[in-house]
Nanobody, 126 residues
Framework: VQLQASGGGLVQAGGSLRLSCAASDHNFRSANMAWFRQGTGKEREFVAAITYNSISTIYADSVKGRFTISRVNLKNTVYLQMNSLKSEDTAVYYC????????????????????WGQGTLVTVSS
């Protein structure tokens, strides 16, 4: 599985962006997926995750209520809708997948995912 993230850009504080992550093949449909981000000089941190069947989602406290993760398996794509953006949301955003899927709760650690996209930069100006 190869992942291609897109949709980043420059936006003013309070604005919105939608990130997309396109997978290269249908194996993606059985994978739990996640978004992470990494600001300059910071460690990569968890943002959101979604189960393979979209039944369950989890979010970092810092984005809860502002970001929404979703997926369309027929399009092999996962999305991250980001609203009410803040300057502290500025980062490179990465999508990630775990295959084969791990049974149990959604995971939030970088070590829990073994496929990564190349990242897309989101810059929020204040």
């Amino acid at each position: 599985v190869q992942l291609q993230a897109s949709g980043g850009g420059l936006v003013q504080a309070g604005g919105s962006l939608r990130l997309s992550c396109a997978a290269s093949d249908h194996n993606f449909r059985s994978a739990n997926m996640a978004w992470f981000r990494q600001g300059t000089g910071k460690e990569r941190e968890f943002v959101a995750a979604i189960t393979y069947n979209s039944i369950s989602t989890i979010y970092a406290d810092s984005v809860k209520g502002r970001f929404t993760i979703s997926r369309v398996n027929l399009k092999n794509t996962v999305y991250l809708q980001m609203n009410s953006l803040k300057s502290e949301d500025t980062a490179v955003y990465y999508c990630a997948a775990r295959l084969p899927r791990v049974v149990g709760a959604l995971r939030t650690g970088t070590a829990d995912y073994n496929y990564w996209g190349q990242g897309t930069l989101v810059t929020v100006s204040s």
